[in-house]
């Protein structure tokens, strides 16, 4: 019953490269993709979110790339940061924000 | 702090107890939604929750887990007969009401249960 996935558990990055952590999702109703930042000991942070009438939502050093034929989305960071060092985790709703799917989120870590 | 506010931060039960988990939301926030996390995976919905109103609970196990959001108060998780496999993290998320809802849930710092 997963239907949103990270496929990767974990990505290694040297500081100033790109990071890209990449989601799917089987649900063709999901409306609304957000991706999350979480630290260990803390709550999720909001990062970026996309509606599905775009494809590219960019907001600084982030942006998330949307491919609705197939079901992809993926998160960008350039220049990658020490303190992006953190688990990434995609999540979906049909778009009445009732319910959010999470994937089971990808550790990044980012060498100086 | 205006942020969401869950507490107690850390909890310890011994099998067959009760554990009561709460959470404030943010201020102007109306809407509340309960996840779980288990070690090593990611967040599994329970229960979204408006003012004395049950919206959503279809993540909820079918026995022992309870939740409510009082018109006074804080939401609270309930768990009864706690079992080890109910140890986890539980975060509470919250949002404005429907029509200011932009999409972003923001989530407290968790509640760690840990079953003896």
């Known amino acids: 019953d997963q239907q949103v996935k990270q496929n990767s558990p974990s990505l290694s990055v040297q500081e100033g490269r790109i990071s890209i952590l990449n989601c799917d999702y089987t649900n063709s109703m999901f409306d609304y993709f957000l991706w999350y930042k979480k630290y260990p000991a803390e709550g999720p942070t909001f990062l970026i979110s996309?509606?599905?009438?775009?494809d590219k939502n960019e907001d600084g050093r982030f942006t998330v790339f949307l491919n609705k034929s197939a079901k992809h989305l993926s998160l960008h960071i350039v220049p990658s940061q020490p303190g992006d060092s953190a688990v990434y985790f995609c999540a979906a709703s049909p778009g009445d924000f009732n319910k959010f799917y999470f994937g089971s989120g990808t550790k990044l870590n980012v060498k100086p | 702090n205006a942020g969401v506010m869950q507490n107690p931060r850390h909890l310890v039960r011994r099998r067959g107890q009760e554990a009561r988990l709460r959470c404030s939301p943010m201020?102007?926030?109306?809407?509340v939604y309960w996840y779980r996390q288990l070690p090593e995976e990611g967040l599994k919905f329970m229960v979204y929750l408006q003012k004395e109103n049950i919206i959503d609970e279809s993540g909820m196990p079918k026995e022992r887990f309870s939740a409510e959001f009082p018109k006074e108060g804080p939401s609270i998780l309930r768990i009864q007969q706690v079992v080890r496999g109910d140890s986890a993290a539980y975060f509470c998320?919250?949002?404005?009401?429907?029509?200011?809802?932009?999409?972003?849930?923001?989530f407290g710092e968790g509640s760690r249960l840990t079953v003896l």
């Open positions: 201020k102007g926030h109306s809407h």
């Open positions: 996309i509606s599905s009438i775009k």
């Open positions: 998320a919250s949002s404005p009401r429907v029509g200011q809802h932009t999409g972003e849930l923001f």
